[in-house]
């Protein structure tokens, strides 16, 4: 899993086996590992949700049909917006890069296949 985390917005991008794994009922965690560090958890639940039950802990919950909705392999992720609409999270499949990086900062994770289109939805000029 991977973690964008900004001042109004979390974005987590999960891999094909961390998506099986929540299919499984099994939660996916990532916790940063130096002194006073964080995690996230995304997990299945009955509704989608997000929560921060202790200092650096943040759960994410998705749904049943959420997790259905993710599933789909046209789908690219799951949008959310917190009930006074100044936080946003989301959950995105991880895609490859579309771009060159630079060699030390090469990435060698399992992604999804991209889906029809993504490529143009996604090229900045």
Known sequence: MKVRWMESS???????????ALEQGEPTT????????WSVTLQL???SGLEAPATGTVVLT????SL????QPETEGVYFTSAN????????KDFPCLHPRPEPVQEQSETF??????AERH???
Do not use: H, M, N
């Open 30 to 37: 990532l916790a940063a590992t130096f002194p006073g560090g």
């Open 62 to 65: 998705l749904s049943p049909d």
């Open 123 to 125: 090229r900045t000029a």
């Open 68 to 71: 259905a909705t993710l599933r």
């Open 45 to 47: 639940g009955e509704g």
């Open 10 to 20: 979390l974005r987590l991008r999960i891999t094909p086996s961390e998506l099986a």
């Open 85 to 92: 609409q100044s936080f946003t999270y989301f959950v995105e």
């Open 113 to 118: 296949p991209a889906p029809d289109g993504f």
